[in-house]
């Protein structure tokens, strides 16, 4: 019955191990990009998605802070980062941060998402200030803050261990980290194109000392420029293998490269068949865990909805304010409401659950 | 359960869906259906060939005494922003077609009191006289000359053909139930009209397309109804020669309301694939869905993917503004594992 399904008859094995709940190796993850079966791929990933979260498809009431862009990374991919006193470069002060909050209250927001660049100047104090402002204005919110890459600048920064850092930041009212900063783990890409920023081994162990402190995040990958498929699946099996030794991921996001005004803008971006086998590999790999997002932001509230039937259970949040993608050229709007948000997942065949950051569903006396 | 078996197994073998069976196909999921359309796909097109054409849409006037509630381009008669094409500008925009390598023109317009029969031969003729063909008058525009003019519908065929137009498009159907015409286009040609219109070109030998404009106040029961309206008329004539769904934009129309999705879009291409086993070609909207969901359509029993729209302006007046190069729509269908291929308003491979 399920070769009926199947175009491709080397996605049969993998069926046969995805109906068992065997784990998939790099060369199962290799098939599936290279199958044209895109329908096929999307039937095993939906197996799984389907295990686990039924017809539900989650979503998140949210609001994003770019606090600044000024970093010292330098990113290839990137359209948002500037230098010190470059054109363009900012930095909002504690009381615009706060004034942003401020203007919001009156929305049932469940989780602030905080995410900047690597600041050469901005003390540690900053950052801090920043969260118990934050957390003094709005108690009850969640704050998913800081990036791999900025908790390790920031460490050094505060002159301190990465974990002593996570520990005062909790304090300080740090709920989760974000799964930013990635990008691929190849030594090669990187080399080409971010060798300023922190590595793999230092992105791992960040999250995994965040893992061990009891502080969930995210991972992401940045796929679509210069990377191979080798390299996707390999990124992907190193994130399995710290999620089997932590535990502390929640969600994997794919994020689709955007060139426009970037250092590699003659590239062209990933294509709709590449976003949907992306997003459906990686839950037929990531079998530890629980969620899939995809970033509508990034791929467009279309191709989101497209992507709760390939293996994905979650579209993100209402957003309103992103600075990062639309900086890259991305042409989605700003923000979606509640009601836009449940009538595309409804229409997509599935069930709307607003979720709080650690995916417990919000009911709606709470929200 | 069991029926949702039977109905997957019939399309698995192929066979042809009654309208109970089609209305089933709305309970299968949205890659069960995309399965089945790729399978229809194949046996109508089993080549791996994906279609297009280099043309431009080029509206000989925006003035249109049929006001439908779900249009953005129309002017009532009298009105300021109202135009008529000349001859100098259709001579301008036929020269830049030429540059771009183009083959015909998708000849659209207003149904405009104003203009004698003779404009329209003009047209024509001049279109034809540069070399391009003409893929020209939806059937309203058709049914409006006739009433006009006092001609039979056979006569305006008949003139419109020694003119020179080799095919007609399949506009203006938006869906073919009357009870959502009377709605959102109460003074436009009804169904039973439309499909007479098309029957009447098909005898007279011109092919054409068959359109349908969905998401607005049509029930996915009178999409099916649509569908079978052209399924029995293509039994009958066999001259249409792709079927196009595309999704109503509700941006600056009388109508409003929120656009459909991607997904309601590809599971009702893939349901026009199924039902329509006797319309060789099934075309995607870029122009409505963006270039990264047309590009999944291929998946969804698409084999064509419409044209170049060198110049549109229909669907730009609700705001939608998705543009793509021949270039473009090239490497969308090469990424998806075709190959691109020119042709020509008759599906003539170039």
């Avoid at chain 1, 090669?188 to 999250?207: N, T």
């Avoid at chain 2, 656009?259 to 009702?268: I, K, M, Q, S």
Wanted: with cysteine; proline share 4%.
């Amino acid at each position: 019955m399920a070769s009926l399904r199947l175009a491709d008859p080397a996605l049969i094995p993998i069926y046969e191990k995805v109906k068992e709940k065997q784990r998939l190796s790099a060369a199962d993850g290799l098939t599936l990009f290279q199958s044209s079966d895109l329908l096929g791929v999307g039937y095993l990933a939906n197996i799984v998605r389907e295990r686990l979260h039924g017809r539900r498809a989650f979503y998140i009431y949210n609001q994003h802070i770019n606090y600044s862009n000024v970093c010292v990374n330098g990113c290839k991919f990137c359209a948002f980062g500037r230098e010190a006193g470059q054109e363009g470069a900012y930095e909002m002060t504690l009381q615009e941060i706060c004034a942003k909050v401020e203007a919001r209250l009156h929305e049932p927001i469940t989780e602030i998402h905080i995410v900047g660049g690597c600041h050469p100047t901005l003390p540690f104090s900053f950052y801090v200030e920043m969260l118990r402002s934050i957390k003094a204005l709005r108690p009850e919110v969640h704050l998913q803050a800081f990036t791999a890459v900025e908790v390790a600048h920031l460490a050094e920064q505060n002159g301190s261990s990465v974990a002593d850092t996570l520990q005062t930041l909790r304090d300080a009212g740090l709920g989760s980290l974000p799964g930013g900063g990635a990008e691929v783990f190849s030594t090669r890409v990187r080399q080409a194109l971010c060798p300023q920023k922190l590595g793999p081994d230092g992105w791992l162990s960040v999250a995994q000392t965040a893992h061990r402190l009891g502080l969930n995040t995210n991972a992401t990958m940045l796929y679509g420029h210069m990377e191979s498929l080798e390299e996707r699946v390999d990124h992907m099996l190193q994130l399995r293998k710290a999620q089997d030794e932590t535990g502390g991921f929640l969600s994997f996001i794919p994020l689709a490269f955007h060139p426009q005004n970037t250092a590699l803008d003659h590239l062209q971006g990933p294509s709709a068949f590449d976003d949907l086998k992306t997003l459906a590999v990686s839950r037929l790999l990531l079998d530890n865990f629980p969620h899939i997002k995809a970033f509508w932001i990034m791929l467009g509230p279309k191709m989101a909805q497209l992507s709760l039937c390939f293996g994905v259970d979650d579209v993100d949040g209402t957003v309103m304010e992103e600075r990062i993608t639309h900086m890259a050229g991305a042409q989605t709007p700003q923000g979606l409401t509640r009601s836009q948000l449940e009538a595309l997942i409804r229409e997509a065949g599935c069930v709307p659950v607003e979720r709080d950051t650690l995916y417990r569903q919000v009911t709606e006396a709470a929200a | 359960m069991a029926e949702t078996a039977s109905l997957e197994a019939r399309l698995a073998a192929g066979e042809r869906l009654n309208q109970e069976e089609a209305q089933g196909l709305w309970d299968l999921d949205l890659l069960t259906l995309g399965h089945g359309a790729d399978r229809a796909r194949r046996r109508l097109n089993p080549t791996d060939r994906v279609t297009f054409v280099i043309d431009r849409n080029i509206n000989y006037t925006n003035i249109c005494t049929s006001g439908c509630r779900f249009c953005a381009y129309f002017r009532e008669p009298g009105s300021p922003e109202g135009f008529v094409l000349e001859p100098e500008a259709l001579e301008q925009k036929l020269t830049e077609l030429k540059d771009h390598g183009g083959t015909g023109v998708l000849l659209q317009g207003g149904l405009n009191p104003d203009l004698p029969f003779a404009y329209y031969e003009d047209l024509v003729r001049q279109i034809r006289g540069s070399g391009l063909g003409v893929h020209g008058f939806s059937p309203p525009e058709i049914a409006f000359m006739f009433r006009r003019f006092g001609l039979s519908l056979q006569e305006v065929l008949a003139r419109l053909i020694e003119a020179g137009l080799t095919s007609i498009p399949g506009g203006g159907a938006e869906v073919l139930a009357d009870r959502v015409r009377r709605q959102i286009s109460p003074r436009k040609c009804n169904s039973r009209e439309w499909l007479e219109v098309m029957a009447a070109a098909h005898e007279s030998g011109l092919k054409t397309s068959a359109t349908m404009m969905f998401g607005h106040l049509e029930t996915r029961a009178e999409r099916l109804e649509h569908l079978f309206k052209i399924r029995d008329l293509q039994d009958r004539t066999g001259g249409f020669l792709s079927f196009i769904p595309w999704t109503f934009q509700p941006g600056a129309t009388a109508l409003g309301g929120e656009p459909l999705g991607a997904v309601e879009y590809l599971r009702t291409l893939a349901v026009s694939r199924l039902v329509l086993d006797n319309v060789p070609h099934l075309q995607v909207s870029w122009v409505t869905q963006g270039p990264k969901i047309a590009q999944v359509a291929l998946k969804f029993g698409a084999d064509d993917f419409g044209s170049t729209m060198l110049e549109e302006n229909v669907v730009a007046a609700t705001g939608v503004g998705f543009r793509l190069s021949r270039e473009e729509i090239k490497t969308l269908v090469r990424q998806a594992g075709y190959e691109p291929r020119v042709r020509d308003h008759r599906y003539n491979l170039l």
